[in-house]
Nanobody
């Protein structure tokens, strides 16, 4: 079994910064893509940023230049550094990972439980 555990969500003022972390644990052989999604009240879940096992990254346009995704493969952990936060960034942030539990097995998708980020104006 695999678990993704997020941390770092908080209440912060506009213009402030937060760093989210997500640690994967359990029966893990390898992790391919890791990502952060977010879901604001009344809205669909949105992809925020992705990072491959090789370190290639992509961001949704609304966070480019403000958010940075990174990962520590030795710790099976992905981070999201969020700077210049805006009230419209308020959402529950979810960690996502594509994980192989055996060397020849398929990739499975795993989600964290979510962490609340609230940005006050």
């Amino acid at each position: 079994q695999v678990q993704l555990v997020e941390s770092g969500g908080d209440l912060v003022q506009a213009g402030g910064s937060l760093r989210l972390s997500c640690a994967a644990s359990g029966s893990i052989f390898s992790i391919e893509v890791m990502a952060w999604y977010r879901q604001a009240p009344g809205k669909q879940r949105e992809l925020v940023a992705t990072i491959t096992s090789g370190g290639s990254t992509n961001y949704v346009d609304s966070v480019k230049g403000r958010f940075t995704i990174s990962r520590d493969n030795a710790k099976n952990t992905v981070y999201l550094q969020m700077n210049s936060l805006k009230p419209e960034d308020t959402a529950v942030f979810y960690c996502y990972a594509q994980i192989r539990t055996t060397g020849r097995g398929p990739l499975y998708q795993w989600w964290g439980q979510g962490t609340q980020v609230t940005v006050s104006s």
